[in-house]
């Protein structure tokens, strides 16, 4: 089993930064790709970016491409999303995610956070 807690997320003005985290505990992630997915109030969970195991890999949804860096740390078992250039639409729950396989699916992601509130005010 894999638990999974992120932590980061906060009040932001439009234009700012925020650094999301994840820790993993109960298994070393190290095997599996990692995953940050978001959902804002009565919308579905989207993809947002992911880091594959060796950090060889990395993908990123076109809403975020240029803004967002993925990163991992296997050594401490965390994965990491620095967000920038915020904007109001990136206002979400933010989770991180485990999946065995290089996925853009939530359903492909065995292991989930609780998720953090991410708000940025315009």
């Known amino acids: 089993q894999v638990q999974l807690v992120e932590s980061g997320g906060g009040l932001v003005q439009a234009g700012g930064s925020l650094r999301l985290s994840c820790a993993a505990s109960?298994?070393?992630?190290?095997?599996?790709?990692m995953g940050w997915f978001r959902q804002a109030p009565g919308k579905e969970r989207e993809f947002v970016a992911y880091?594959?195991?060796?950090?060889?890999?990395?993908f990123y949804a076109d809403s975020v491409k240029g803004r967002f860096t993925i990163s991992r740390d296997n050594a401490k078992n965390t994965v990491s999303l620095q967000m920038s250039s915020l904007k109001p639409e990136d206002t979400a729950v933010y989770y991180c995610?485990?999946?065995?396989?290089?996925?853009?699916?939530?359903?492909?992601?065995?292991?989930w956070g609780q998720g953090t509130q991410v708000t940025v005010s315009s």
């Open positions: 995610a485990a999946a065995r396989y290089v996925r853009t699916t939530a359903r492909a992601y065995d292991y």
């Open positions: 109960g298994r070393t992630v190290g095997s599996y790709t």
């Open positions: 880091i594959s195991w060796s950090s060889s890999s990395t």
